[in-house]
């Protein structure tokens, strides 16, 4: 059976745009028609839409949006983000902010017993205060901020109390006997190697420490505001009560069943 579409199709052209209308304008083509009349379309069949909601409109109709709605200068509503947020989110948002406090608390209160067991809370005395003559301020702060601490000793009987001797007992001599810090033994003041007392370390790990308490105070005290904030945000009946300088809070008892 032979093929007669074998040769190559005949490439219909439009005619070229006469010389005689040249100032009038390109002239219209067939695919320039086909736009328009595509565009023409596409707009009658908008505003045959309109025109059927605006028919059905409920004049009484009311959205709680439209009190927050807005247009611009061209009459385009204006997108407006709604920045309140929900008794929910609310909720939410206070559940994480006290495990994100009680994290701080436990983390804190770690960091406060390691640098109190590294420092043993030693207790300032006079002889570190003769050494350090000349930094008042370094001796003040460290009577300030080192707690008193006691060092007990206990002995098999009344007999061995009586015969007990806490130089011998330290191997130091009576006049350093009361220090806990920095207690020099008599081999060393036979040698003439005392050790040095960095008085300027102790003040700093001491004020760090004192720093660090009252930071987990006022970690402590925010996380109670916040759980008694989220508490009160649950509702019922609650009876605010002033006791001093303090409020106190009482809720009604409910049943539960």
Known sequence: MSNFNVGQKRTYKERAQPKERKGRGLLEKKRDYLLRAKDYKR?????????????????????????????????????????????????????????????????????????????????????????????????????????????VLFVPSTRALDRFSAAKHFGTVDEAVGRVYNRVRKEQLESDTLPEADVEARVKSYNELAARRSRLATIARMRQDMKLRKELRKGGRVRKEKRGDKVVYKWAKQRKR
């Open 43 to 151: 707009k009658q069949r908008k505003l045959k839409k309109l025109a059927l909601a605006a028919e059905l409109k409920n004049p009484d109709e009311f959205y709680f949006g439209m009190q927050r709605a807005r247009v611009d200068k061209t009459g385009a509503h204006m997108v407006i983000e709604d920045k309140s947020h929900s008794h929910k989110d609310l909720s939410r948002m206070d559940g994480e902010d006290l495990r994100y406090l009680t994290t701080r608390q436990v983390e804190e209160m770690n960091r406060v017993e390691r640098l109190r067991a590294s420092l043993h809370d030693l207790q300032h005395d006079d002889d570190d205060a003769s050494s350090s003559a000349d930094e008042p301020a370094a001796r003040a702060a460290l009577a300030a901020t080192v707690p008193k601490a006691k060092h």
